[in-house]
């Protein structure tokens, strides 16, 4: 674990402890979470929060494992605490441990999921990920082309990363959503929605160049894109089943033989106003915001 992880834990301790209180002491010898980790440890931990200005060890003890919180460090230590409730935050930390648990065994690039399940990347800030909140991101992950998994009949066992995902792993910091959301801008064509479209073909494996004013391969990403955001998002059963009812009904529209323009227009446009109605703008991808961008459809932030 990284000092500035250990702060966060630690600021989120003290304010837990304190209740907010600023003239609180308080000593790791004292606290059952702490007293385990070396003093020289803690005295680290607890000098980098003096240093930020978000804890004070004046009128402590000389031993340097004692501190008390400052104003400034309730506040900070709040946003932490919302930071660790917020389902995508939490969704975003477990795929950039993921990530860099296997970059980290490069050149391999291959984690047992048991192993990483028992190790201390599954602590978001003072919170231990729930198992389904790996799964979940390991799903992801192999849906965006950045792990390899290895499954036994029962569940996930492994992953192992792609290219894609190792040059990911690369960059520091790791952020997953940060680095799908530029390849999109990198890719990204300029589409503009307003030809006819009869005559379109989809599919994975079609070359067909269109002369319509957009391309089709973005309506089908933008509709694979909303699917995913759906299935991360903590929402409502009533409200997921919708989004996908939709993006069926959208994904159908775009697969007939012979696609007509104005059922397609009507169901991209139904799809996004379910999206939009029933997903929290922060379970947007960047890979999603970038795919409604492109066809004029304003999403997200």
């Known amino acids: 674990m990284t000092t500035e992880f250990d702060a966060a834990r630690l600021l989120l301790t003290l304010h837990s402890r304190t209740c907010g209180d600023t003239l609180h002491i308080w000593d790791a010898a004292d606290d059952p979470d702490w007293r385990h980790v070396e003093d020289s440890r803690t005295v680290s931990i607890i000098a980098s929060l003096v240093a930020l200005g978000l804890a004070s060890s004046n009128g402590t003890f000389a031993s340097g494992t004692a501190c008390k919180i400052t104003a400034e460090g309730v506040a900070v230590a709040e946003q932490y605490a919302r930071d660790r409730d ?45 198992l389904d909140e790996v799964e979940q991101a390991v799903r992801f992950l192999e849906s965006k082309g950045l792990v390899l998994v290895e499954r036994t009949p029962v569940q996930a066992h492994a992953i192992a990363l792609t290219p894609l995902g190792i ?86 529209e775009l697969n007939a033989s012979q696609p007509e323009q104005g059922r397609v227009r009507r169901a991209l446009q139904k799809a996004a106003q379910t999206a939009q109605t029933c997903l929290p703008a922060l379970v947007w991808t960047g890979l999603a915001q970038g795919a409604a961008a492109g066809l004029g459809i304003p999403i997200g932030f």
Request: aromatic share 10%.
């Open 86 to 130: 917020d389902g995508r935050m939490r969704h975003d930390f477990a795929m950039d441990s993921l990530i860099d648990a296997a970059a980290g065994a490069y050149p391999r690039t291959r984690v047992e999921l048991a192993r990483f399940v028992g190790s201390e990347r599954m602590w978001f800030y003072d919170s231990v990920l729930e």
């Open 167 to 252: 040059e990911c792993g690369f960059e520091k910091p790791i952020s997953v959503r940060k680095f799908l959301s530029e390849q999109q801008q990198n890719s990204r064509p300029n589409i503009n929605f307003n030809g006819p479209i009869s005559g379109l073909q989809v599919g994975d494996n079609n070359t067909q160049t269109n002369t319509f004013g957009y391309d089709p391969r973005q309506l089908a990403e933008f509709a694979r894109e909303v699917l995913a955001a759906a299935q991360t998002a903590d929402v409502p059963a009533e409200d997921r089943d919708a989004v996908v009812a939709d993006i069926e009904a959208l994904q159908a």
